[in-house]
């Protein structure tokens, strides 16, 4: 029989294993991650078990009939609440435009981020990039771009300096103790389909996965950027391969998502919806990524009951960390209507209300103090 000696060891070994291999599954691909930024990463592993943060792109921005007013969202005139989970987009910073392609001027946005992350809410940012071979924009593929920003091609010196130009505006945004405010940056989202010049059959998978190591590296390596958190985030997909076929890997990406809207009928939407839910689950499951819904929505919200009789019996029995609708732009001029969350008034905003007492949705209220930002 082996001693107490050898028991005690063998106990301690089987901890500190325990420890390491839990840890540094439980860390975001960027071994330098702030502590606020580690601890979100690890908030947002866990949250899927209790509930999903619910989002909403530019909500601080505009809502459906108004711009810029100090203290308002669509969301929280119809709730009294304000989102948990803030979409925001870069486009045309990189032509040193002073507004984005949506016109929200870059300096508000960088206040409304502040101010939603003094209230304890996440932030994610995407970037509909122009085009950089062609000087379209994000939604003009032209054969060989990709292949051209990429080392060695004819516009990887512009392609730099349009990150150098990302990279200081993600500098700027820091709390008002100095600290980096912890970022989820979408690269390059939708990427299966072939409406953005990086996307689907306008570039090889080998080419795109360069693409995305590159643009991690540069922002991560070269600039020193620390705050920041990877999704990779494709439009609907059929099947695992199809999901993967343009996956970097595990050591590039931290949250796995899928964006998708609704145009037909509910129950062809919610069958497909939650089929490609199962998928992405196992996929993050997996991979130990984070699952997320990265943009949804349903034009019009037509259907007045579609929060509790769609949305949320279809996320019901998943575990998502958050779902983000799209914007409340409003109507344009030729006076088509473009939301995905109600305002006042609008037919669905009763069931939006039912909506965001279920336990298992969580906004502001849910995450106050800014937890999500501290260690346990
Ligand atoms: C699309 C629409 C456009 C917008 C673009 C980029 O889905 O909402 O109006 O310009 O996203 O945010």
Redesign the pocket.
């Known amino acids: 029989m082996r001693g107490p000696l050898f028991t005690r060891i063998y106990l301690f070994a089987l901890c500190m294993l325990y420890f390491l291999s839990s840890s540094a599954q439980d860390l975001p691909i960027d071994p330098h991650a702030t502590s606020e930024t580690v601890a979100l990463y690890r908030h947002l592993h866990a949250i899927g078990n209790t509930g999903y943060l619910v989002g909403h792109q530019d909500d601080l921005a505009y809502g459906y009939d108004w711009k810029y007013q100090e203290g308002r969202s669509d969301i929280h005139d119809v709730t009294g609440d304000y989102p948990a989970l803030y979409g925001w ?1 870069l ?1 045309r910073i990189e032509l040193d435009h002073a507004v984005n ?2 016109s929200v001027p870059f300096d508000r946005m960088r206040s409304y981020i502040r101010e939603a992350y003094r209230r304890g809410g996440v932030i994610t940012i995407s970037w ?1 990039l122009n085009n950089p071979l062609t000087g379209g924009t994000a939604w003009q593929p032209a054969p060989g771009t990709v292949a051209s920003i990429l080392p060695g091609g004819e516009r990887n010196t512009l392609y730099k300096t349009w990150l150098d130009k990302v990279a200081a505006y993600l500098q700027s945004l820091k709390d008002e103790h100095d600290r980096p405010i912890p970022v989820i940056l979408r690269l390059f989202h939708e990427l299966n389909g072939s409406w953005f010049w990086w996307g689907g059959r306008n570039c090889t998978p080998g080419e795109l996965k360069e693409l995305w190591h590159f643009t991690v590296a540069y922002l991560r390596d070269e600039k020193g950027l620390h705050n920041l958190l990877f999704a990779f985030n494709t439009d609907r997909f059929a099947s695992k391969e199809a999901y993967l076929e343009r996956y970097p890997g595990d050591e590039w990406v931290d949250i796995t998502g899928f964006d998708i809207y609704q145009r037909g009928g509910n129950a062809a939407f919610l069958e497909e919806f939650k089929r490609t839910l199962t998928l992405l689950e196992e996929i993050a499951g997996e991979r130990h990524k984070i699952p997320a819904l990265t943009e949804f929505g349903y034009n019009g919200l037509p259907d007045s009951a579609w929060w509790t009789s769609v949305l949320s019996p279809a996320l019901q029995d998943h575990h998502l960390a958050y779902i983000m609708a ?2 409340n ?1 409003g109507r344009n001029q030729q006076g088509q209507s ?1 939301f995905y969350v109600p305002y006042k008034g609008q037919s669905s905003a009763g069931d939006f209300i039912k909506f965001y007492k279920d336990k298992k949705t969580l906004f502001q209220k849910d995450i106050a103090g800014g937890k999500l930002y501290r260690q346990n």
């Open positions: 987009e486009g392609l949506d509909h799209w914007r732009a473009e």
